[in-house]
């Protein structure tokens, strides 16, 4: 019993002359010490990997370069362009562009709308037709067609665009009528909201959908010479010099009673609209605002150059244009 009591308190205790030894240090602290010049530098102590974090270690682990955080951005984009030519003195189109894009919990679709009105009658009297005409529309369907978007989830409680549009129309007439009694105008208007688009039309100017291998004129001429043409009277070739080919049977401010020309079209991927007057469409062929459309990319870009196109083939009236592209989801 004394022998195994001798032996057990031996390995116990550490002997007054043993070397000390140094608890090792916790793997996350890695001790440097600066090599003394001249002499050998020891080696890099061995670095031990801590093991890989978890949720749970309060850290934010960052996404893989690759992953897709937003899947598009893209909205409805829009050039604009008015010019008074190369023989008016003053210029009696008026335009109006607006387009409003968000994103938030209500998934609300962009919403824009276009407007151009080619002014007729005294110096002044057109160009005030067509600036009331593109103020009326522009408020009237704001009021009732954008505001409530934006105040009310439930579409039931809305009245119908195209309602609201033909509605805005007969107003401008009726102001148009009081204000400028010896004035008139077209008017052309689009309310896009998404890939829908709500035209309202009277008169001559145009709308012209464009896609990649097709432009398509999707507004009717209210003109003397394009009621020949549907009566088989007048070839296209022959309204287009035709003595008469300005003189229109529909137009605002000529009449209390107005018809007006509604239709919806919706709008493919990547598609172009475009709203111009006649100072364009008179002077520029369907085939050359195709190429100039799809040669540019960017909408003002194209609206510039259709400008300037016109006027270099005379410029015999004011020119405008609006050019919107689709977004491609």
């Not at 829009?78 to 387009?99: I, L």
Request: glycine residues 6%; contains cysteine; charged residues 20%.
């Amino acid at each position: 019993m004394d022998l195994f009591r001798r032996l057990f308190s031996q390995a116990s205790t550490k002997p007054e002359n043993s070397a000390q030894v140094e608890a090792p240090m916790p793997p996350e602290v890695i001790e440097i010490t600066a090599p003394v010049t001249g002499t050998t530098p020891l080696p890099a102590p061995a670095v031990e990997i801590p093991p890989p974090m978890n949720i749970g270690d309060g850290i934010t682990r960052p996404l893989p370069p690759e992953t897709v955080i937003s899947s598009s951005n893209e909205h409805l984009l829009f050039g604009q362009a008015t010019d008074v030519g190369m023989v008016r003195t003053n210029n009696q189109d008026a335009v109006f562009s607006f387009v409003s894009t968000s994103r938030s919990a209500h998934q609300r679709p962009d919403f824009g709308l276009f407007v151009v009105a080619d002014g007729m009658g005294g110096h002044h009297d057109g160009e005030k037709a067509s600036a009331i005409t593109a103020s009326m529309v522009a408020s009237y369907i704001t009021h009732h067609i954008f505001l409530p978007m934006l105040n009310s989830d439930d579409d039931t409680e809305r009245v119908p665009v195209t309602e609201s549009m033909i509605a805005a129309v007969q107003k401008a007439n009726a102001d148009i009528i009081t204000k400028v009694p010896d004035g008139g105008t077209t008017l052309t208007a689009v309310a896009v909201i998404g890939d829908l688009a709500y035209v309202a039309h009277v008169g001559d100017s145009r709308i012209y959908l464009v896609t990649k291998d097709n432009i398509e004129q999707i507004t009717r001429d209210h003109s003397l010479v394009q009621r020949y043409v549907e009566l088989n009277l007048l070839t296209r070739e022959e309204a287009s010099v035709h003595a008469q080919k300005n003189v229109l049977y529909r137009a605002l401010g000529q009449s209390e009673t107005l018809e007006v020309d509604a239709l919806t079209r919706r709008l493919p991927p990547n598609a172009k609209l475009m709203l111009c007057s006649d100072g364009l469409w008179n002077l520029v062929s369907d085939e050359e605002i195709a190429d100039i459309i799809s040669k540019h990319s960017n909408p003002q870009e194209a609206c510039d150059k259709l400008v300037a196109l016109a006027n270099a083939h005379g410029g015999s009236d004011n020119i405008t244009v609006i050019l919107l592209r689709i977004p491609a989801h």
